[in-house]
């Protein structure tokens, strides 16, 4: 049987370049289930992969895609039936092992997590791996203690996929959000989502000081790097950030007062390791919290031609909430 990938290739200089081709389901990785991918979803870390940044794939020619949802054709684990409809995020899939760009996935049963009755696979990867990070990063302040009565949160690259779906997230349990964007045209669509004010970059400008006035009750970070570290500062007594992403650098200058006169918590948050009961856990909460007709302003629909020119546009911050990657006909 053959089938459509949009395979990157790495050449003898060290140059990677994707393009699409035909290939035959024996050509694809071990694995004891046979998927029909229907939609992908496109990420932050698939712009990475196609431009051969951040050393996530080991070996070429590679099949990128780190989160898909499709239905079962063959599967030899016993959790899993032909015609099954399923969902796939992280487990290093579309990094070390070949993902979703393409229209047959053959992956390990015990990375799947059953479609929840109420989601269609193309909702299921509206949300993906950004919706899915964005539920645990929210479930964490929560165990933190963080209640929608304590104050404002920051969500922090609001603009982009994990960003928005924290928006809408909190806001739909009533936290009131204020969701950072460098882009100014997207106030409107945020307020839309559930943000109760949009704020600009210039909120984490550097300050040079060690503390300053406590302004966020709590925050989802998408950007880390120095935004982080100011954001950190002005965290009220008691807050939490949950810090997921590096969209603005992988470090900061920072030191220990906001931790030991504040007693502030720093969250890390990763949903590509999850255990599969965490995740049917945050998939049947994502479901019941999100609403596809609300955030539909906030999706686009790509096809895997598209993907070479978008993986600029997300790493360059560009790309508005969530892009979704069709690939049945
Ligand atoms: P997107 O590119 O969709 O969103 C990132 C957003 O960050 C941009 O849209 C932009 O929003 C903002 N941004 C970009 N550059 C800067 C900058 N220099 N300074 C401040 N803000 C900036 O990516 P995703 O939402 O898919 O992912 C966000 C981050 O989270 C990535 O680093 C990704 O690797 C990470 N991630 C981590 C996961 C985990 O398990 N921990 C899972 C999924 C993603 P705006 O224009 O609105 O300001």
Redesign the pocket.
Known sequence: MVFRALVTHKDASGNVASAIEEMRETSLPEGDVLVGVEWAGF???D?LVLTGQGGLVRDYPHVGGVDFAGRVIESRDGRYHPGQAVILT?WRVGEIHWGGFATRARVKGDWLVPLPRKLSTRDAMVLG??GL?AMLAVNRLKAEGVKPGDGDILV????????SIATHLLGRLGYKVYA????PE?AEPLMRLGAAEVVG?DVLEGTGKKLVSPRWASAVD????A?LGELLKQIKPGGAVAA??????DSWNATVIPFILRGITLAG????MQPIAARVGAWERLTSLFSSKVYEEMTQEARLEDLPRLAGD??A???RGKVVVKLAA
């Open positions: 990420n932050y870390k712009g992280g791996t950004a990070t922090t690259g609001a603009g982009g996929g994990v960003g950072m964007t460098g882009r997207l970059r998408t950007v880390g790097g935004p997921i992403g590096l969209a603005a650098g948050i990763d949903s590509v997300i790493l911050g560009q790309v």
